[in-house]
């Protein structure tokens, strides 16, 4: 795996992937109205919230998630 990042192809290979992905997310965020697109980053946010108060408390923070 080392030796296929050295070579250009390797390295060409890897970056078309990652743009793949980027294109990728993009045209799914794009068929998406604003308003899914908000909902979601509400539900992400408040997953790392209850995640980061559990820590706080001691608690698991894998069991947190499960509660919303």
């Known amino acids: 795996l080392t030796i296929l ?3 250009k192809s390797g390295v060409r290979r890897k970056l078309m992937t990652v743009c793949e992905n980027e294109h990728e ?3 799914k965020i794009a068929g998406k109205t604003p ?3 908000l909902q ?4 992400i946010y408040l997953v790392k919230q209850t995640k980061i108060k ?3 408390r001691g608690e698991n923070a894998k069991k947190a998630s499960f509660i919303l």
Do not use: D, G, P, S
Not at 40 to 43: D, F, L, P, V
């Open 40 to 43: 979601a980053a509400r539900k």
């Open 5 to 7: 990042w050295l070579t």
């Open 35 to 37: 308003q899914i697109i």
């Open 54 to 56: 559990a820590f706080e």
């Open 25 to 27: 997310v993009r045209r």
